[in-house]
């Protein structure tokens, strides 16, 4: 699945997880991706993946777009 995620400065995705492997790759602005008790400043151009069932949050520094891909684990 491919989801294009759009948010405005300042909004957030509280904690959850996924069912399965996830990535995430900012395709404008600025995001902070917080997991395991580590964040990532992600700007324009950079990309993440985690695991699955990893609890992460998402907070936008500026208004961004990202791509969220995510893999269900067989």
């Given at each position: 699945r491919i989801?294009?995620?759009?948010?405005?400065?300042?909004?957030?995705?509280?904690e959850?997880?996924?069912?399965g492997?996830?990535s995430v790759q900012?395709?404008?602005?600025?995001i902070l991706f917080?997991?395991?008790?580590?964040?990532a400043?992600l700007?324009q151009?950079?990309?993440?993946?985690l695991?699955e069932?990893?609890?992460?949050?998402v907070t936008?520094?500026?208004e961004?777009?990202?791509?969220?891909?995510?893999?269900?684990?067989?």
């Amino acid at each position: 699945r491919i989801v294009l995620v759009a948010l405005h400065a300042g909004a957030e995705m509280r904690e959850h997880t996924a069912e399965g492997i996830i990535s995430v790759q900012v395709l404008e602005g600025e995001i902070l991706f917080r997991a395991n008790q580590q964040t990532a400043q992600l700007t324009q151009g950079q990309m993440l993946a985690l695991h699955e069932r990893i609890p992460h949050e998402v907070t936008a520094i500026q208004e961004s777009v990202f791509l969220l891909t995510l893999a269900p684990v067989a």
